[in-house]
T-cell receptor, first 113, second 112 residues
Framework: GAGVSQSPRYKVTKRGQDVALRCDPI?????LYWYRQALGQGPEFLTY????????KSGLPNDRFSAERPEGSISTLTIQRTEQRDSAMYRC???????????FGPGTRLTVT | GENVEQHPSTLSVQEGDSAVIKCTYS??????FPWYKQELGKRPQLIID?????GEKKDQRIAVTLNKTAKHFSLHITETQPEDSAVYFC???????????FGQGTELSVKP
C-alpha cells in the first residue's frame, strides 16, 4: 500500500510568512509524529498524535510552531512568522500505535529566505 | 534528561568485513530500540528493531544486541557490501511512549 506522503516536498518562503506542512500517514495508522532533521543529524522529535489527540508537544521549539490532526488522519504542522533558523527538513512518520514501528515520509525541505 | 549517544560517527570497512555501531541511552524506561538506514537524499528506513524483553535479534546479515543493565545496544552488520554504505541512526523510545530520541548517526563506508 501507499507509504507516508508529505506535501509540499520543497517550500521556499520569505521571513515573516506563515507556512503549513502536510502529512498523510499510512492508512489505518493511529500514531503520527513530526520530526525535524538538520543536515547530517538524526531526526529531532517535535510532536506526536494518537488519533486526533496531541500526546506530546514537548519538542516544538516555541509558540510559533503548532500542529493539528483534527480527524485523526492527515496532520498539518504550521509555522508562523518564519525565521531563517526554521530552515530544515521536516519529516513526518506514522505507526500502528505507540511503540510500534515508525515509517517516515519523504520530508518537506523548508527554506526561509 | 533524554539522550542517545552513538559511536563511531564515521566507520570505514572493507567489503566482506563486519561493522559494529554502538549506542547508549539515558532513560531506563525506554523499551523500544529501532535502527534506521538513511541513504543520501532519501528518507530514514527502518532496518531492524529490538524490544526490551529480548537480548538479541537477527535478520540475515544484520543483528542487534541489547544490554538493559548497561543501557546500551549495538548494530552488527556481517559480510558488508558496498550497498550497505549509508548513515545509520539508532533510536530509543522515551518515557514508554511513541517519542523516539535519535543518536547522532554513523556514516558507514564499505570499500569494494
Amino acid at each position: 500500500g501507499a507509504g507516508v506522503s508529505q506535501s509540499p516536498r520543497y517550500k521556499v518562503t520569505k521571513r515573516g510568512q506563515d507556512v503549513a506542512l502536510r502529512c498523510d500517514p499510512i492508512s489505518g495508522h493511529v500514531s503520527l509524529y513530526w520530526y525535524r532533521q538538520a543536515l547530517g543529524q538524526g531526526p529531532e522529535f517535535l510532536t506526536y498524535f494518537n488519533y486526533e489527540a496531541q500526546q506530546d508537544k514537548s519538542g516544538l521549539p516555541n509558540d510559533r510552531f503548532s500542529a493539528e490532526r483534527p480527524e485523526g488522519s492527515i496532520s498539518t504542522l504550521t509555522i508562523q512568522r518564519t525565521e531563517q533558523r526554521d530552515s530544515a527538513m521536516y519529516r513526518c512518520a506514522s505507526s500502528a500505535g505507540p511503540n510500534y514501528e515508525q515509517y517516515f515520509g519523504p520530508g518537506t525541505r523548508l527554506t526561509v529566505t | 534528561g533524554e539522550n542517545v549517544e552513538q559511536h563511531p560517527s564515521t566507520l570505514s570497512v572493507q567489503e566482506g568485513d563486519s561493522a559494529v555501531i554502538k549506542c547508549t541511552y539515558s532513560d531506563s524506561a525506554s523499551n523500544y530500540f529501532p535502527w534506521y538506514k538513511q541513504e543520501l537524499g532519501k528518507r530514514p528506513q527502518l532496518i531492524i528493531d529490538i524490544r526490551s524483553n529480548v537480548g538479541e535479534k537477527k535478520d540475515q546479515r544484520i543483528a542487534v544486541t541489547l544490554n538493559k543493565t548497561a543501557k546500551h545496544f549495538s548494530l552488527h552488520i556481517t559480510e558488508t557490501q558496498p550497498e550497505d554504505s549509508a548513515v545509520y541512526f539508532c533510536a530509543a523510545s522515551y518515557n514508554q511512549g511513541g517519542k523516539l530520541i535519535f543518536g547522532q548517526g554513523t556514516e558507514l563506508s564499505v570499500k569494494p
